[in-house]
């Protein structure tokens, strides 16, 4: 089974929903049979790259929200993360164009280094003090903290099109499934789940959807019987 898992790096509830998310994933008796594929989706795809400024201007700017209101929701976020386990800062945040990352992400799922590579950046934005916009020798250092190859990582940076084509499909898709924000979670091609929703949640819907698999039908000859094949203990043999 397949979960797909549409998110941006510069969201706070992405973070927080991976956590719950996971949590439902490791009490899962069939956790071992799931398929967990993390796809882009850019909050600020129009910013430049250049472009980077705190999440406090940010927010009053965008939403129209006072100081105070952001210094609150920032407190209540905090609060939400530390009651997953996780480190974030509540204040003196960058903001910032995650495009970059996101094609590092498509690199790294080539690798199997995915999962290890989102978990950092997630780490570096939400709860380490060094920006990751705009600095791409911080990038490097991540990308090779979480097992790619220097080398094939700044090729990547070096590059604006590497990769770029995988991102924009994903976010193609995500708009054609209906996601207007995220994070926003796909299992197995069936069920849509939006938002950092419960661990409870993320149980009963892949509880669900495993429940729902279609079972193999085995068909039999016209004589109920099975036809020759080949196994591990050789071929049957016609006639006998």
Known sequence: MRVEIWSDIACPWCYVGKARFEKALAAFPHRDAVEVVHRSFELDPDRAKDDVQSVLSMLTAKYGMSEAQVRAGEDDLGAQAAAEGLEYRTRDRDHGSTFDMHRLLHLAREHGRQGALLDALYRANFAEEATVFNDDERLVALATGAGLAEDAVRAVLADP???????????????????????????????????????????????????ERTPLTLIRGGAGEDAETCGPDGCAVPGH
Not at 167 to 191: C, N, S, T
């Open 161 to 211: 099109a590497a990769h770029a084509d995988a991102v924009r499909a994903d976010e193609r898709e995500a708009a054609e499934l209906g996601a207007r924000g995220v994070p926003f979670f796909v299992i197995d091609q069936k069920y849509g789940v939006s938002g950092a929703q419960s661990a409870e949640v993320f149980d009963q819907v892949l509880t669900r959807a495993w429940g």
